[in-house]
Nanobody, 123 residues
Framework: QEQLTESGGGLVQPGGSLRLSCEASARTFSNVPMAWFRQAPGKERDFVAAISSSGGFIYYADFAKGRFTISTDNAENAVYLQMNSLKPEDTAVYYC????????????????RGQGTQVTVSS
């Protein structure tokens, strides 16, 4: 069964940076869109960013614009999320997803979804 595995989460101080990685264990996702979502404690899962297979189409949530960068490496079968200028409100479990049926910003529309990696921003 295809799996997406996130890594790179951890504890970081406000203003710091983290780079999240998401790798596929089996099939290639080099020809489908991929995305990042996040879920803070007690809140709904939110869209963070999405990228087309070619990298030609990229979408960010408003809170991510200017601070987060999504990228892909088709050779490595991976998608990344570079997060800079992190804030305490960025604390959440971050999930990657691949191959949406419809709306790229809807978690439920993705056919493949990871288990998440915890990001904690705190001093």
């Amino acid at each position: 069964q295809e799996q997406l595995t996130e890594s790179g989460g951890g504890l970081v101080q406000p203003g710091g940076s983290l780079r999240l990685s998401c790798e596929a264990s089996a099939r290639t996702f080099s020809n489908v869109p991929m995305a990042w979502f996040r879920q803070a404690p007690g809140k709904e899962r939110d869209f963070v960013a999405a990228i087309s297979s070619s990298g030609g189409f990229i979408y960010y949530a408003d809170f991510a614009k200017g601070r987060f960068t999504i990228s892909t490496d088709n050779a490595e079968n991976a998608v990344y999320l570079q997060m800079n200028s992190l804030k305490p409100e960025d604390t959440a479990v971050y999930y990657c997803a691949a191959d949406p049926d419809g709306n790229w910003k809807e978690w439920g529309d993705y056919n493949y979804r990871g288990q998440g990696t915890q990001v904690t921003v705190s001093s």
